[in-house]
């Protein structure tokens, strides 16, 4: 398999390492190596937060990604700003669209903007809109399904906020079917 | 069981009290505060946690548990193990299991809460006064540090001896699938320890003074003799064999994963390397390394240091094959194109 290099990024508090997780909880179900790697530090202390996760078939070389990013999900537009450059050619960038505004103009790779806010304010829980972007997310990575995204919610997020589960859930579902 | 998704600082934590540990004293610093953290939730019910007030009570608290015969552990990260190196060296003064973690960061001095490997000579040659040893092992992940952990403490039991597990800031915070190894640990018997039993007839002391010469130079013999014991049974490493190989990259921890993937770049380009992985720091794996670069054009040591386990690299190899270094510092990590790039430059700019 090509190997995933994903970043999830945005301010803190937006849920980007949650995210980053689930999908890792996913690879790591299917039998595949992974790694998650997030930022720490003073790095969280400056507002961003964002994490790196690598998935292989059998080994992951490298936990930390310094270029090739193949998936970047982007909460924030300092977010796209730095991790742009870092990316593939062929990159799937989900970006929240919201608050992301300016991609520049020659870039090649595909975008999927959705505005997760949105899909958040629409059920009355603005916490739910990092599901919402993990269901965008997951949907430009075959080899996952959309059971499995709900099957990892539940069981990352099922026991530690079950009142929440069914609004994370519908949340992911709505990012999952929507169209870019 | 199945694999669990787990920081390697939560993880560590986990196969400690797996491997039978039941007393743990840690003083928070990052980034390996989740493991103290992780002992403070689940150490209560097996046996002793303390948040002690410094690094240095820490380590005299694993002294006075180890010299009772407890599993005794402390981890902490760069700054705080300068400060234990006292206690590390009473400890294997007075023959005393302990297991130490370490997850290293950017110094000298507080320097930065970023990876870094700056730390390599701290461990090996140690901070501590006189003559002694510290078996230092070295993971590369996260299911390699709990295992490690839990050899940490059969080494340190089997051996009478302090053994640092000297994970990077990586390591300690990232996550991975993860299986922890939940069978007992056998005890080993502790007749020497100072465990409050009077039916021996005798006082158990455990000490590290010794003020007859005769005596104290009868002791550093009897551990001298022990270190050649370690050499001669523990030396363990990894090597990525490939007989095309022209260039040997040597490297622990995370950057030996970094190099993996420099590694496959090199393929591509047509330039063959290979990887030699110490996975004890000490004893060094000194002889298995000098032959597995036999033949090679050069090794390149890659370290998140200045260098220092580079050292170790050239008094394995005693001038036989020419060893180049390639370092970053502070918490800045190599990326897999630059390793890439400096086996190109030594190779004369192919």
Known sequence: ?180 | MSKVLMKGNEAIAQAAIAAGCNAFFGYPITPQNELIEYMSKYMPDKGAFVQAESELAAINMVYGAAAAGARAMTSSSSPGLALKQEGISYCAGAELPAVIVSVSRGGPGLGGILPAQGDYNQATRGGGNGDYKVIVLAPNGVQEATEMVRKAFYLADTYRNPVIVLADGVIGQMMEPVEINTEALPLIAKPWASDGNLSRGHRNVVNSLFLNPVELEKHNQDLRAKYDLIEEKEVDYELSHDENAEVMFVAYGTPSRIVKAAIENLKAEGINACLFRPKTLYPFPYEALKKAAQGKKFVLCAELSMGQMIQDVRLSLEGSVPAHFYGRAGGMVFEPKELVNAVKDHLGGR
């Open chain 1, 1 to 180: 398999m090509k190997t995933i290099k994903c970043v999830s990024a945005g301010f803190g508090g937006q849920g980007v390492l949650t995210v980053g997780q689930l999908i890792a909880i996913l690879a790591m179900d299917k039998d595949l190596a992974v790694s998650w790697m997030p930022s720490y530090g003073p790095e969280m202390r400056g507002g961003t937060a964002n994490c790196h996760v690598v998935i292989d078939a059998k080994e992951v070389s490298s936990p930390l990604i310094a270029e090739g990013i193949t998936h970047l999900l982007a909460m924030n537009q300092p977010a796209l700003d730095k991790f742009l450059p870092r990316c593939a050619e062929d990159v799937v960038i989900v970006t929240n669209a919201s608050l992301v505004k300016n991609v520049p103009s020659d870039f090649k790779g595909s975008l999927i903007p959705i505005d997760f806010n949105q899909i958040a304010q629409d059920l009355n829980e603005l916490k739910v809109a990092n599901m919402a972007a993990f269901g965008a997310l997951l949907r430009t990575m075959p080899m996952f399904s959309r059971e499995d995204g709900i099957e990892a919610i539940i069981k990352k997020l099922g026991k530690k906020n079950e009142s929440l589960t069914e609004l994370n859930i519908k949340a992911f579902e709505m990012g999952y079917a929507k169209e870019a």
